[in-house]
């Protein structure tokens, strides 16, 4: 660090030595990121190679970035210093070229809406989402021997009950205690959470209406006394698929093509990194072992989005915008396929479950052979890895419901998207949902990796063996963004090693 530090001091003389000129947006960058004198030189040199006297920001990003994230690899030594790019590439090998691509989608929605809107349409919707979540507390062992709310009823008072139902309601007394009303296909009972037991009264800030819970308590008269409580949740233990290729996928989102805060720039470096034409020797073997390629939505910016959003797009055309992402796509080696969600900017329907972005609108984008259009969320298997990616709709109908949940920790929602069993339980707040007489939303099966996108937010971590990640976006704060204090996580890229499970973040420079 003594040579990071150094160098900083002296910084401009060094340059104004060789005849260069910083400005102060690269100035500004050296100071932020610090690097070490022998890359210094080798940059120094590599300007006057190319007879670059004025030395802008690009420039500097063009030769630092890409980077692997101090906190992306497993050993913490593996930081920004340690893995600036080298200039000069001798070879290219790509191992993943020789693998064949294995997708298997296991829940999809494409092809499969029959909603109409109609009230039987919700009354299925919620009567599937019981069903399948209701079974999931068979593998409880506290709560696998549950009676229907109408048999609990009809227990001697003081009885001992188990019962799994629906959030109808949710409410708090001026004593503290917590009412919840509970639904089944037999009948309603009301759950009283009391205030004096403070680990259950804590729990129950995380209920919310409309998700399926279980609950064992005292029976009394219309009512059952908790003496505890469980969400659908993961099981301990759970195995984790592996796949016998040691190959990598990418897992991005929010592209965000057509507006004016597009990182085209550090998007095509990315491109260039997946094409092995720039970084250094261990970036350059991360990416040649990169088969998939994980897009999980707003793709484009879209049209119409939010109040005055015209004045913050490049490309105002909502056509033009899926072409220039197809060319911008075109670029990505043929051997890495492609898997495209929609999000809450695309040209699909707006509500959950989104069905895939039709062609009408991504022509070129279906005529690629690499490319495959899911719908949002989908369930898909890459070499036996289960992988379940949601563009994250519902993340600010957690932020705005459970106490102490914020903007800049994506993960919190996410884990409680795994506890509940459900991407977004909770009807009527701000995430749309169409009543499909199968619950698209439900998590029936555990997935190995779950990755969101939505917030712009980049976040890494696991819950009971699985691998979360939210994967940041590829815009710049925007006006609409600044007056709502989000403050983006721009060209931060997470890898993840379909082999090991290991996790490294690329940051390409927002």
């Not at 802008?56 to 994230?69: A, G, N, V």
């Not at 929010?254 to 034409?277: C, M, P, Y």
């Amino acid at each position: 660090m003594a040579a990071v530090s150094s160098c900083r001091v002296n910084l401009p003389e060094r340059f104004i030595e060789k005849g260069l000129i910083l400005t102060e947006e690269a100035y500004i960058k050296f100071l932020e990121d610090g690097i070490r004198e022998d890359l210094l030189a080798e940059f120094l040199e590599t300007l006057l190679d190319n007879q670059v006297f004025l030395v802008t920001r690009d420039d500097y990003e063009d030769f630092f970035y890409p980077k692997i994230e101090a906190n992306g690899a497993k050993d913490a030594s593996e930081g920004p210093e340690e893995s600036a790019p080298k200039r000069s590439i001798t070879s290219k090998h790509h191992p993943a070229k020789d693998v064949s691509p294995d997708i298997k989608i296991i829940r999809d929605a494409t092809g499969k809406s029959d909603s109409e809107g109609t009230f039987d349409d919700f009354l299925s919707l919620f009567k599937d989402r019981y069903k399948r979540l209701s079974k999931i507390f068979k593998e409880h062992a506290e709560l696998r021997d549950f009676i229907p709310i109408k048999g609990a009823k009809d227990q001697e008072l003081k009885s001992h009950v188990k019962v799994v139902g629906m959030v109808v309601d949710k409410s708090i007394t001026r004593n503290g205690n917590v009412i919840v009303d509970l639904e089944d296909l037999s009948g309603q009972i009301r759950v009283l959470i009391m205030g004096s037991k403070d680990r259950l009264r804590e729990r129950a800030n995380y209920i919310v209406r409309d998700e399926v819970i279980g609950v064992e308590g005292v029976l009394g008269e219309d009512v059952i006394f908790a003496n505890d409580f469980q969400f659908p949740d993961i099981s301990l233990g759970t195995p984790r698929n592996c796949s016998e290729e040691d190959i990598n996928v990418i897992f991005t989102s929010d592209t965000h093509v057509g507006s004016n805060e597009f990182a085209e720039k550090s998007f095509l470096r990315f491109i260039k990194w997946l094409r092995q034409d720039t970084g250094n020797q261990k970036q350059q073997e991360l990416a040649s072992k990169v088969k998939y390629l994980v897009i999980g939505g707003d793709i484009v910016d879209g049209i119409g989005i939010y109040p005055n959003q015209e004045k913050e797009l490049k490309i105002t055309d909502i056509y033009k915008q899926y072409e220039e992402t197809a060319r911008l796509l075109q670029f990505v080696p043929d051997w890495i396929e492609i898997l495209i969600l929609p999000g809450n900017h695309d040209a699909t329907r707006g509500g959950n479950p989104q069905l895939p972005i039709p062609k009408s609108f991504a022509y070129d984008l279906y005529n690629m052979s690499n490319v495959h259009m899911l719908s949002n969320p989908s369930f898909y298997s890459l070499h036996d890895v289960k992988c379940l990616t949601y563009h994250g709709d519902s993340m600010f109908d957690f932020f705005s419901q459970i106490p102490g949940f914020t903007l800049d920790s994506p993960i919190e929602p996410m884990t409680e998207m795994l506890r509940k069993r459900h991407l977004a339980p909770n009807y009527g707040l701000g995430t749309q949902i169409i009543p499909e007489p199968t619950d698209f939303l439900c998590i029936d099966e555990a997935p190995d990796i779950f990755h969101t996108g939505h917030t712009h937010i980049n976040g890494k971590g696991a819950y009971r063996g699985i691998t979360l990640l939210n994967s940041g976006g590829w815009q710049s704060q925007t006006e609409f963004q600044r007056l709502r204090n989000i403050n983006p996580d721009v060209a931060k890229v997470p890898i993840v090693n379909l082999k090991s499970h290991g996790v490294v973040v690329m940051n390409f420079g927002g």
